[in-house]
């Protein structure tokens, strides 16, 4: 079933009266088509599809997961983990406490991969770890950090790769994995380390009520319309410390005029000294 423009905007209309999402500013060519593949799985038209949303909170829980990716992995892009290390290493090494928020992180992998690698530098117990995300049901998987192993199995070359400088790195000293069950288990200490919060990036703004020596925020945005990119790239500038780092994805760039108030390397932003931004 192929839907119209106007159609689409009715469901974002009529979500946005019968709950708290608002899908205004998502681009519309990928949201369409996660929409369409919604209603020929329930086998539903648009109308159908938001009376059921509207009477059974838990469908609508299940369309907002649908309609919104949550594809993630441990250790994902590992060239990216590569070339943050080293700034991690320079930046962070004589903080005397560090603050990290993964928004959008999904189900936590990348949460986790974070913490074992701030483990490995000795810089875990200096630091606070947030994760966030609009979806409740994601977020308590990455609260339990457990995961079928069929989520692990295919990424072990991510662990190799992101942690090559650290020749003693041994995955299996921060996770369990049980073999026979099909269960990946994140240690104790370290499940024990993160706080995972619901948490609308649209319009929530900054609930931890501290700023952020580094925000994660990869493949998220790649879903938001260029206003909607330009004012949370924004939000992110506001809530960094000023020598803080902005990581986001692989194919994802700021456009907007605030890309001036960064150093680039890769997909991480790196917030300029004012001094360098002063033109005589
Ligand atoms: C593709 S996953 C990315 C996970 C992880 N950051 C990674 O790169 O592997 C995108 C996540 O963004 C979340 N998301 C989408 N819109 C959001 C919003 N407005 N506020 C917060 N999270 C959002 C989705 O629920 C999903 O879990």
Redesign the pocket.
């Known amino acids: 079933m192929e839907l119209t423009q106007e159609k689409v905007e009715f469901f974002i209309n009529e979500t946005k009266k019968i709950s708290e999402y608002d899908f205004s500013g998502y681009s519309l060519k990928s949201f369409t088509r996660r929409l369409e593949k919604i209603l020929s799985d329930n086998h539903t038209d648009i109308e159908e599809l938001i009376k059921k949303m509207d009477k059974n909170r838990k469908f609508l829980e299940t369309v907002v ?1 649908e309609i ?6 441990p250790f ?1 892009t590992p060239s990216l983990w590569k070339t943050l290390i080293p700034i991690i290493r320079e930046k962070f090494s004589k903080l005397e406490s560090i603050n990290i928020w ?5 189900t936590g ?2 949460v986790y991969s974070m913490l074992m690698l701030l483990y490995e530098m000795g810089m875990f117990h200096k630091t606070k770890l947030y994760g ?4 409740e049901d ?1 977020l308590e998987t990455a609260r339990s950090g457990k995961y079928r192993i069929h989520d692990f199995d295919e990424y072990w070359d991510n662990f190799t790769q992101s942690m090559s400088d650290f020749p003693k790195f041994n995955p299996e000293e921060y996770l369990d994995v049980n073999k026979r069950r099909g269960i990946v288990k994140v240690k104790s200490f370290l499940v024990e380390k993160p706080v995972f919060v619901k ?4 319009k929530d703004g900054n609930i931890f009520g501290i700023k952020f020596n580094m925000i ?5 945005l790649i ?1 938001f319309d260029h206003d909607l990119q330009d004012k949370v790239f924004n939000f992110f500038y506001e809530n960094l410390t000023e020598d803080g780092i902005l990581v986001i ?1 692989k194919h994802e760039s700021i456009l907007s005029p605030i890309q001036r108030k960064f150093d680039r390397v890769d997909s991480i932003y790196l917030v300029k000294n004012e001094e360098d931004n002063w033109i005589f």
């Open positions: 997961k919104t990716v949550n594809t993630t992995e994902r993964h928004a959008g992180c999904s992998q990348e966030s995300d609009l979806n994601v948490h609308n990036l649209i994660m925020c990869r493949n998220v879903y994805g």
